[in-house]
């Protein structure tokens, strides 16, 4: 069974930096598609980052040069670096895995999903 826990979140002020992490377990994060994707409040679920199997990134342009996303094979986890964080950057972040190399900024695409670490930006 595949299991994907999200962990980092927390209030911040705005210009502040986060990182948060995915641990999975019963899939390898190196060998399928990762993605963090984020829902704000009364909005729907929208793709942050993303990351294929052969290394490629890439980002929604709201967070394009502020998010890194990255992984540790030897600790099969997938993180979500944070800088220079804004209120509109405020939702709850989820970390899913695709069962593709590459799943792309589609939710479709991606067949496990963690519970989700919330993220507040206070100006």
């Known amino acids: 069974q595949v299991q994907l826990v999200e962990s980092g979140g927390g209030l911040v002020q705005a210009g502040d930096s986060l990182r948060l992490s995915c641990v999975a377990s019963?899939?390898?994060?190196?060998?399928?598609?990762m993605a963090w994707f984020r829902q704000a409040p009364g909005k729907e679920r929208e793709f942050a980052a993303a990351?294929?199997?052969?290394?490629?990134?890439y980002y929604a342009d709201s967070v394009k040069g502020r998010f890194t996303i990255s992984r540790d094979n030897a600790k099969n986890t997938v993180y979500l670096q944070m800088n220079s964080l804004k209120p509109d950057d405020t939702a709850v972040y989820y970390c899913?895995?695709?069962?593709?190399?590459?799943?792309?900024?589609?939710?479709?695409?991606?067949?496990?999903w963690g519970q989700g670490t919330q993220v507040t930006v206070s100006s």
């Open positions: 990351l294929t199997r052969s290394g490629y990134t």
């Open positions: 899913a895995i695709s069962r593709y190399n590459s799943g792309g900024d589609s939710p479709a695409a991606y067949d496990y």
């Open positions: 019963g899939r390898t994060v190196s060998s399928y598609g």
